[in-house]
């Protein structure tokens, strides 16, 4: 397959008005790939309506114990399952779920790059987990 | 793009709205489940998903056809001029007993209505009451002094339940209040209502209010109320606006009194009521002897969501009144719930035809027949500016024809873990339930393969059922008069080839042999059109046919009538019978017939007597069934 060049667009997840056109603001190529993965990570079971398969919930981890090395296993196991099925303009190269205990931080980075793009260049979407109060 | 309105599932929505972004080339992350805009069309979709449900909602409950919740389809009924039928008190007849010189002698003449009765049923304890003030007259007389003994109420009408009263002041900003009765087991034929004028002022608590349900004689001065069933399922009690009803004014009193009732569970007190073990007795009328005259029968349950969306349309149709044969059994299936099977024509179609009557065969539920007090109030009831004029009712018991099981079953014996007699309880326990259900009405026929499949089904042991049935009919003669009877079995009996053989056999009775001695005797047929007598002597049955071999002529003293095979008609000739041997009313039956599936007229039922153990025969063939291994 000939491989194109990024062109993907998508709106933006905080819905602001571009300040010129007065239209709502876009996503273009990695950062709207970085906003549709951040969506998926999210993502609790039911929140997509008839399809409850679609449960990552990182969020939802907070409220577990946090130093549990099974939990950091259950979490990339799921991330690669949903990124395999429900993402598939991107190929997974790693998931890394590491706990910072002094900081009361669950850092997730994902390293992914781009299927059937010119460019293989290593992309990385971290998400902190962490107490805010 | 053209959108397909048509589909509503979420899935297809969606995809809709995907098809629309797909002209578009602005945006192109729509199809990939993480990204916004996909997001934002799983809100779109289910939006629309959740209307198009709720519309599809909406419109069946505003039909009867569709409609599912019992509040729509009351509402629907009542646009139809339909209230739905609420629980039936269970009504008995009992006659009061009073000696006249006990406790000092009568203190009152009247038994006030209202009184209450109470009886045990079941460690269960029901009252009864009587709706109308009974009377007590003189029953018996001493012979030597000319004064009264004992005293008699007759026979007076008792209906079960608790009575319940509310009390109601009119408000006058709101002229079309409705009073709600919150009882779901409320009896609506027991309601009373009075209005006097104020709390303080009792004028108008004699005034009869009636319920209005035929607005023809209702005008601005008729004392009348409005009853419905509301959405919670409480019924509602309202009144006219002066113009149709009188209207009520500020202040207005009302008081409504009605039995709160136990349904079917009243039923059938009284039935074991004898002398020395007397039901009834009544705290308020010590001294007193009440003995049933007729057991309680009659209550019932609240009309179901079902039953009001077969019966509105029908009971629009016939506006109460009953001119055609199918009105006269909406009317009175309206009136009676006992009434399990109806079937009506006109006199013009009865055999031999009786112009200017209606015959009506009632089946009614759990029994054979009707009581004669449930028929007078049948015919009270259509006497009620109901039916045409010049046409008489006449009410006839329903023609039944009792069915004999015979049932041979194949069993796996090891599955049965060595339980026969478990098994043989489910199967007579499944027939019943198959002949309840699906027969024991009128226009209903026995399909045999139905029956076996429900045999089969009730347990895993069962390899196969086969099932024969035989035919029953229950003659009740007059006894010691010689009178002519045609028994109508509707299906071709089986005619063997020798009188050995019988396909007809009736129940044993007593007859005068030729030589005017009373002895006990059969009926059977010859196998060539013939009824005979064959009489018992010392266990065995003679009869000049059977004993002797000779041909049976009409003028042989066996000789009692003839047989069609192929219509299934037995013809009686002056059949002459003492009382018979069991002291039965009726002198039972039997034919075999030809076909296992049983067709019947209209005007006749197929059931079963349930509490006949010969009603059902099994025969077991056990085997140990074993699939063989691979």
Known sequence: MAKTNLNITDISNDFTSNPVTGDISIKKNIDAIKQSLKNLMLMKRFDKPFDPKIDVGLNEVLFENFPDPILKDIISKKIEYIISVYEPRIKLQKVEVESLYEKNLLQIDITFSLRNQASEELQNLQINLERIR | ?630
């Open chain 2, 1 to 630: 793009m053209k959108p397909d309105f048509s589909k509503l599932d979420y899935s297809d929505i969606k995809q809709n709205l995907i098809t629309f972004l797909k002209s578009q080339d602005k945006f192109n992350s729509y199809n990939f489940e993480g990204s916004t805009l996909n997001i934002l069309l799983d809100i779109l979709a289910y939006n629309t998903h959740y209307q198009s449900l709720y519309n599809n909602i909406t419109f069946n409950e505003a039909f009867l056809d569709t409609a599912q919740k019992r509040s729509s389809v009351v509402s629907i009924a009542k646009n139809l001029g339909y209230t739905p039928e609420s629980s039936r008190s269970a009504t008995c007849a009992v006659e009061v007993l009073i000696d006249a010189n006990s406790n000092g002698g009568l203190s009152s003449y009247t038994i006030p209505k209202n009184t209450a009765f109470k009886v045990n049923k079941d460690n269960s304890v029901y009252y009864f009451y009587n709706l109308n003030d009974a009377v007590y007259t003189p029953n018996t007389y001493n012979e030597t002094t000319g004064l009264v003994e004992t005293y008699t109420t007759g026979s007076i009408v008792l209906k079960e339940g608790t009575f319940k009263t509310v009390n109601f002041v009119i408000n006058g900003s709101n002229p079309t209040q409705k009073i709600t009765l919150r009882s779901t087991n409320i009896d609506t034929n027991t309601i009373s209502v009075r209005v006097q004028n104020s709390t303080s002022d009792s004028s108008g608590i004699n005034d009869v209010w009636e319920e209005a349900k035929n607005m023809v004689m209702v005008d601005g001065s008729s004392k009348v109320y409005f009853l419905e069933e509301g959405p919670d399922e409480n019924y509602r009690i309202y009144f006219g606006d002066g113009i149709i009803g009188q209207s009520l004014n500020e202040g207005n009193l009302v008081i409504i009194t009605f039995l709160e009732t136990n349904g079917e569970e009243a039923n059938e007190i009284g039935v074991n009521d004898e002398e020395g073990a007397r039901v009834f007795t009544s705290p308020s009328l010590p001294n007193t002897t009440v003995i049933v005259r007729t057991p309680s029968y009659g209550g019932s349950s609240r009309e179901t969501t079902q039953s009001i969306k077969y019966k509105a349309p029908k009971a629009f149709s016939t506006q109460e009144r009953a001119v055609t044969a199918d009105d006269y059994s909406i009317v009175l299936q309206n009136d009676f719930s006992f009434i399990k099977s109806i079937k009506c024509w006109g006199g013009e179609d009865n055999t031999p035809p009786a112009y200017g009557k209606i015959f009506i065969s009632i089946k009614p539920e759990n029994r054979a027949a009707l009581s004669n007090t449930e028929k007078n109030a049948i015919l009270r009831s259509l006497t009620k500016n109901r039916a045409v004029v010049g046409i008489i009712p006449e009410l006839v018991d329903p023609n039944l024809i009792y069915l004999i099981i015979n049932c041979d079953a194949k069993v796996d014996i090891i599955k049965t873990n060595g339980s026969i007699e478990s098994l043989k309880t489910k199967i007579i326990s499944a027939i019943n339930e198959y002949i309840q259900t699906n027969l024991d009405v009128f226009d209903a026929d026995l399909i045999v393969n139905e029956l076996e499949n429900t045999i089969k089904n009730t347990d895993t042991s069962l390899l196969s059922v086969t099932v024969t049935p035989q035919l029953e009919y229950r003659l009740t003669p007059v006894y010691g008069t010689a009178v002519d009877y045609t028994i109508n079995f509707q299906n071709e009996i089986v005619k063997s080839d020798s009188i050995d053989k019988p396909n007809i056999k009736s129940s044993r009775f007593n007859y005068y042999d030729y030589q005017n001695n009373i002895r006990l005797c059969r009926i059977y047929d010859n196998g060539s059109g013939k009824l005979y007598l064959a009489f018992e002597n010392g266990n065995k049955e003679y009869s000049i046919g059977k004993f002797s071999n000779i041909d049976l002529t009409e003028n042989a003293p066996e000789y009692i009538g003839s047989i069609d095979y192929e219509t299934g008609i037995l013809s009686l000739t002056k059949f002459k019978p003492q009382i018979n041997e069991e002291n039965n009313p009726f002198i039972k039956f039997f034919a075999n017939v030809v076909d296992s599936d049983v067709f019947v007229n209209p005007d006749t039922i197929l059931t079963i007597d349930s509490d006949d153990p010969n009603s059902v025969v099994i025969n077991f063939t056990e085997t140990a069934y074993r699939k063989p291994i691979k």
